[in-house]
């Protein structure tokens, strides 16, 4: 857990003393069949170049690739999963998911349709204690460096309804966001692939650039 405190300390650090980058953010990968890598290609690479670009941030280009389970999530201060099917967190997944996020660590689940019904049980594994709530429109995420008034952005039509954020709160400090019906990953990929306007491809990269900074001015 003090892994996770002392990654936020240098990235305040590095980002004001040097030119190469400070740390990755990171995809989760997962078990269950669910495509933990529907948005592999372009998605987050799109969002950390805005991010540098737009927030002056030092973050590494390259995503990196971490499972569940894995020791390595800890080097990782914001991590983001997406997919469209099953997941399956193991016991041992589970705790070291939990002491991640306990210890200062941070998910976005982005809901690329089909993915509700399983990481609402999966999390459950998690924080048995807690459940998602949906955070209201002034919240602090929603209001960074750009201010979403009326919560995340409409990216892609999913089954029609109104997009809405979840997050999972322990001791207070919001741990987990989980856009749904939104599906913020697709708006940061590449024109060809979903075809989203400029202006809905901005809209999901300064809401992604908001959770981004969040993170960093809540450690």
Same mark, same amino acid.
């Given at each position: 857990?003090?892994?996770?405190?002392?990654?936020?300390?240098?990235?305040?650090?590095?980002?004001?003393?040097?030119?190469?980058?400070?740390?990755?953010?990171?995809?989760?990968?997962?078990?269950?069949?669910?495509?933990?890598?529907?948005?592999?290609?372009?998605?987050?690479?799109?969002?950390?170049?805005?991010?540098?670009?737009?927030?002056?941030?030092?973050?590494?280009?390259?995503?990196?690739?971490?499972?569940?389970?894995?020791?390595?999530?800890?080097?990782?201060?914001?991590?983001?999963?997406?997919?469209?099917?099953?997941?399956?967190?193991?016991?041992?997944?589970?705790?070291?998911?939990?002491?991640?996020?306990?210890?200062?660590?941070?998910?976005?689940?982005?809901?690329?349709?089909?993915? +509700?019904?399983?990481?609402?049980? $999966?999390?459950? !594994?998690?924080? @048995? *204690? %807690?459940?998602?709530?949906? &955070?209201?429109?002034?919240?602090?995420?929603?209001?960074?460096?750009?201010?979403?008034?009326?919560?995340?952005?409409?990216?892609?039509?999913?089954?029609?309804?109104?997009?809405?954020?979840?997050?999972?709160?322990?001791?207070?400090?919001?741990?987990?966001?989980?856009?749904?019906?939104?599906?913020?990953? +697709?708006?940061?990929?590449?024109? $060809?692939?979903? !075809?989203?306007? @400029? *202006? %809905?491809?901005?809209?999901? &990269?300064?809401?992604?650039?908001?959770?981004?900074?969040?993170?960093?001015?809540?450690?």
């Amino acid at each position: 857990m003090k892994k996770i405190s002392v990654i936020l300390i240098c990235f305040f650090l590095l980002t004001s003393f040097t030119t190469d980058p400070s740390f990755k953010i990171g995809l989760l990968k997962y078990n269950g069949g669910g495509d933990w890598y529907g948005n592999l290609e372009t998605s987050l690479p799109n969002l950390i170049k805005f991010c540098n670009e737009n927030l002056g941030t030092n973050i590494n280009p390259e995503q990196g690739i971490v499972e569940v389970g894995s020791p390595e999530l800890f080097n990782y201060p914001f991590v983001h999963m997406t997919g469209h099917g099953n997941v399956v967190f193991s016991p041992q997944e589970a705790q070291n998911l939990r002491n991640y996020l306990v210890g200062g660590g941070f998910l976005h689940v982005s809901d690329n349709y089909g993915i +509700d019904i399983y990481i609402r049980r $999966e999390m459950k !594994k998690v924080f @048995p *204690e %807690l459940n998602f709530v949906e &955070l209201p429109f002034n919240h602090p995420i929603y209001h960074q460096k750009y201010d979403f008034n009326d919560g995340p952005p409409k990216i892609h039509e999913h089954d029609g309804k109104p997009a809405q954020g979840f997050g999972i709160i322990y001791q207070g400090r919001l741990v987990c966001f989980y856009d749904y019906q939104c599906d913020l990953g +697709d708006g940061w990929e590449d024109y $060809e692939v979903h !075809k989203d306007s @400029p *202006e %809905l491809h901005q809209k999901a &990269l300064k809401m992604g650039a908001d959770m981004i900074q969040y993170v960093f001015n809540n450690p």
